[in-house]
């Protein structure tokens, strides 16, 4: 098949890490790469952010990079993206009117703002659309209240855009039936989990040095509901200086790292909680590297208010490192308590630094959740299957597709 995949604001090629960088660019490019090796043509359209990117960049064999500009060439939050999105449309009705894919998989809600617009036009194709949101905005309102910076149109539509869609691909359970919630029907709703780097992420490899005896670690973005602080706090509450937190992520490298705001508040709180000499922060780190740190970790603790999915859970079960997850979103169904790792509320610290001292004091515990968490992946959340779960739920959407009614100008009509 010929696909299009259109990911507005996380460019598979972006460094990880960042404020906006993250899960999203690391899904787009492994399943991209995962399709193009079961035979499909894939071509990722993301906008442009640097006016020094070439129009078409290679990603692998199979898979290429559009740059689409839409708005200025510079780096934008996602959350003002929102008044570009009618010319990335314009951008992408062009390209597919010239090279029309067989469908079209777009990521987050304004990716699929775009995509339908472009996908559903009188004078232009007609192209099957397949969703994934990657994040719900009510539930990043719930957690978040006042401090969602979400624009406000996102409420009615992002719901808009699952209905619309031909097909919504959830990436969890708990996505299902929140989208359920939002009047999306269940019959165009497919569960497919994302994936890992099963030869990148193994337990079998080179561990980094550590400074103390016992090391946990949280990888990922810095924003505060991924939830970093309370993990600093949990450290507190276990009162051991044998104990270190390995803090991966923000948006500098290590010799920059304490330029970082999220960094500073972090900082800030570790010096308040008395732990700031356990706490290292190391900033962004390299992908190729993530797995020599990983394995030197006793275990990774992730622990966000709430979470669509989760790939660091995935990528340290794969290098055999048991996990302490708060039990939100994606984590319930990754991590299984008691057998590849530690379930605890959300943002709960004493809960989160029992855990971690349950799992300290028991080594052949740790080793049997970290067996059976590298089992896990391996059997269930490689690339492979998920590109290939992906493509039974590409072909059931065009099955559908060509059964369904449509209107005059393409849209199914339901």
């Not at 692998?60 to 570009?84: F, I, N, R, Y």
């Amino acid at each position: 098949m010929k696909i299009s995949m259109v990911s507005e604001h996380a460019s598979p090629l972006a460094t990880l890490g960042g404020v906006d960088a993250g899960g999203q660019n690391v899904h787009v490019a492994a399943l991209s790469s995962a399709l193009a090796a079961r035979g499909h043509a894939v071509t990722v359209y993301t906008r442009r952010d640097d006016p020094g990117l070439d129009e078409r960049m290679p990603l692998c064999p199979g898979v290429e990079v559009v740059h689409v500009t839409a708005g200025p060439a510079a780096v934008l939050s996602k959350d003002d993206l929102l008044p570009h999105m009618p010319e990335f449309a314009d951008r992408l009705a062009a390209h597919w009117r010239a090279e029309t894919p067989e469908l079209v998989h777009s990521h987050f809600w304004m990716s699929g703002i775009a995509a339908l617009d472009a996908a559903r036009r009188p004078d232009g194709v007609q192209v099957p659309v397949a969703h994934t949101f990657h994040a719900l905005g009510v539930v990043k309102k719930r957690h978040q209240g006042d401090d969602d910076t979400s624009p406000p149109e996102r409420e009615a539509l992002e719901p808009d855009v699952g209905r619309r869609a031909d097909t919504v691909v959830a990436t969890c359970s708990d996505e299902a039936f929140e989208l359920i919630r939002l009047r999306i029907p269940s019959s165009r709703i497919s569960v497919v989990p994302c994936g890992v780097d099963t030869d990148l992420f193994r337990p079998e490899g080179p561990s980094a040095r550590r400074a103390r005896r016992h090391r946990i670690m949280t990888v990922g973005r810095l924003v505060p509901r991924k939830g970093v602080g309370t993990v600093i706090t949990a450290l507190a509450r276990l009162a051991r200086d044998d104990v270190e937190l390995v803090v991966v992520g923000g948006s500098r490298d290590e010799e920059r790292v304490h330029e970082d705001r999220d960094v500073q508040r972090l900082a800030a709180l570790a010096r308040a909680e008395g732990v700031e000499h356990l706490v290292r922060f190391r900033g962004q780190v390299a992908r190729s590297e993530l797995p020599t740190l990983l394995r030197s970790a006793d275990l990774v603790v992730c622990a966000p208010w709430y979470e669509p999915f989760g790939i660091v859970p995935l990528e340290a079960m794969a290098t055999g490192v048991p996990v302490v997850a708060t039990a939100v979103g994606g984590l319930i169904d990754s991590v299984v308590h008691g057998a590849t790792g530690l379930h605890v509320p959300r943002r709960d610290a004493d809960a989160i630094a029992r855990a971690v001292a349950t799992l300290l004091d028991d080594p052949a515990g740790r080793a049997e959740l970290g067996r059976a968490g590298a089992d896990r992946v391996r059997s269930r959340y490689t690339w492979d299957r998920v590109a290939a779960d992906t493509e039974r739920a590409y072909r059931r959407m065009l099955s559908r597709r060509r059964l369904e009614p449509r209107s005059a100008h393409g849209a199914v009509t339901r």
